[in-house]
């Protein structure tokens, strides 16, 4: 997984990367989970929770390390991704995705794919920086709303993968990407279907693919589920 990070350095980030404060619990999180990815342990493995840590911990890391990581790559698309290639945030012809923030736009409204994601990488932005949230230490607790916020950042989040994977997965290819994002996916898929955090009507948008790159069983020797549907806002 280093080398997705190594790979898009040279790259420019959409949104500014959120860094986790050394010496504190969520920085030896990330360090923890970046150990597990660089030493080749199965994505599998590597996403389950370390005994005796908290699960709001193991699951904020991730949702910061994600939000950087497909900031990273959406960064290396978004020249290609403009009104005119994109007047719809989609995922092919079967998924469109509208925004709603609660704010500006109350209902579910239909705008442009980079329109899109610049909201929902300001909104994510917005979420992990509020300490209240993403608590920095151990002593402030995790707000009861925390699990159902997480499960909505990563369901954007994941429409983000959809719409470059089936929108712009030419320039993935051209640019030389294709291996890195493919391994961010997966680390991505197994986390959020470890904690149930995505719905399976989510995503059914990458179903076929999803079975293609992440069919190595789990240690029960099942194959990873798959789910069906259109994510409105």
Not at 18 to 38: C, D, E, I, R, V
Request: glycine content about 6%; proline content about 7%; overall charge positive.
């Amino acid at each position: 997984m280093s080398a997705l990070v190594d790979f898009f350095q040279k790259g420019k980030t959409f949104r500014p990367k959120k860094n986790f404060q050394p010496g504190t619990l969520k920085y030896s999180l990330y360090k923890h989970a970046q150990a597990s990815l660089n030493s080749g342990l199965n994505l599998r493995l590597a996403v389950k929770l370390p005994p005796g840590e908290q699960l709001n911990d193991w699951i904020a890391v991730h949702v910061v390390d994600f939000f950087n990581r497909i900031n990273l790559i959406y960064g290396t698309i978004c020249d290609n991704c403009t009104e005119e290639s994109c007047p719809v945030m989609s995922g092919g012809p079967k998924f469109e995705y509208r925004w709603a923030d609660g704010n500006k736009y109350k209902k579910p409204t239909a705008l442009s794919a980079p329109q899109y994601i610049t909201l929902l990488m300001e909104w994510v932005e917005a979420q992990i920086n509020d300490e209240s949230i993403f608590p920095v230490t151990v002593d402030v607790p995790f707000p009861k709303t925390f699990s159902s916020l997480s499960k909505k950042i990563l369901t954007r989040l994941f429409r983000v993968f959809v719409h470059v994977y089936i929108h712009h997965f030419d320039r993935l290819v051209a640019i030389g990407a294709e291996a890195h994002v493919n391994s961010c996916y997966k680390h991505f898929y197994y986390f959020v279907t470890e904690f149930d955090l995505v719905k399976d009507r989510e995503l059914d948008a990458l179903k076929e693919m999803t079975l293609r790159l992440c069919r190595d069983p789990d240690p029960s020797g099942q194959p990873p589920p798959v789910g069906s549907g259109v994510g409105l806002h």
